[in-house]
C-alpha cells in the first residue's frame, strides 16, 4: 500500500488488469443500451453467466479461434412492427429496389401471423468479423440468452424505421437476417432486408449460407 493507502501496482498487474478489462469490455453485452436501467442492472446481477463469458476470452489458442466475438451488439428501440401490412406491401416499404417477380415476394404464405396491430419492439443486431453459419449464430444468441431470432416482419419494419441504418453505424451495406426459416422450392430459406448506399432491398437467402461480415443477426427479448 501507498502512504495514501491506496493499492500499487507493478506493470504485469497493470498488463492483466487491461487485459482483464478488454474482456469486460467485449463480454458485456452492448445489447444493454438502449433497454430500462433496472432491467440492465438486473442482467448484469446474473454473476454466473457474466463470469461465464469473461472466461471465455481466456480460452487456450487452439481453442480462441472457435470462440465467437462479436464486433456489433446494439439495440435498436421501439421499432414499429406493422403486422396488419399485405406481405408485398411491407416488402415495397422496407426494400423500394425489390424486383417485382423475386422470390422474397413467394413466401408470405410460410410466415402467417397471428398477431395484430404496431407492435413496438425492441431488436438487437448482432454481427461478427468473420464468415459464420446460421447455426452459429442462433448457438450464439442462445449461450448469450439474448432471445429469440427476429422473424421477417421485424427485419422488415428495420429498414422502413430506420432507413440510414447503415451509415449511422459506418457502413456503405449491410444487411439484417431473419434466421427464422422455411422451406421453399427443396431449400431452407430466410428472410434479409439490405441497405445499399441509397438503395434498400429484401431478399430471400439459403439458411444454410456462409453469412459475410456485411450481415448482422436481429434478436428479439420478450
Not at 424486383?99 to 448482432?126: Q, S
Amino acid at each position: 500500500m501507498s502512504s495514501h493507502g491506496t493499492a500499487s501496482f507493478d506493470r504485469e498487474q497493470l498488463s492483466q488488469f487491461a487485459t482483464v478489462s478488454s474482456a469486460v469490455e467485449v463480454a458485456l453485452p452492448r445489447i444493454l443500451h438502449g433497454i430500462d436501467p433496472k432491467d440492465a442492472i438486473k442482467r448484469i446481477g446474473q454473476g454466473q453467466m457474466f463470469e461465464q463469458h469473461v472466461r471465455r476470452f481466456f480460452a487456450p489458442p487452439t481453442e480462441s479461434s472457435a470462440i465467437l466475438r462479436p464486433t456489433l451488439l446494439i439495440t435498436i428501440p421501439q421499432v414499429p412492427v406493422n403486422y396488419d401490412l399485405d406481405w408485398n406491401a411491407r416488402i415495397d416499404q422496407a426494400g423500394p429496389n425489390t424486383g417485382a417477380d423475386w422470390d422474397v415476394r413467394k413466401v408470405g404464405d410460410l410466415y402467417v401471423t397471428e398477431r395484430k396491430g404496431i407492435v413496438l419492439t425492441d431488436i438487437a443486431l448482432v454481427g461478427f468479423s468473420q464468415a459464420v453459419r446460421s447455426e452459429q449464430a442462433l448457438d450464439f444468441a442462445g449461450d448469450w440468452q439474448l432471445g429469440r431470432t427476429m422473424n421477417p416482419y421485424e427485419a422488415f419494419a428495420l429498414p422502413t424505421h430506420r432507413p440510414n441504418l447503415h451509415r449511422e453505424l459506418g457502413r456503405n451495406a449491410m444487411a439484417a437476417v431473419s434466421l427464422e426459416q422455411r422451406e421453399f422450392q427443396g431449400e431452407r430459406q430466410v428472410c434479409s432486408s439490405w441497405w445499399l448506399d441509397d438503395g434498400r432491398r429484401c431478399d430471400l437467402d439459403w439458411f444454410d449460407n456462409d453469412w459475410d461480415v456485411d450481415f448482422v443477426f436481429g434478436i428479439v427479448r420478450e
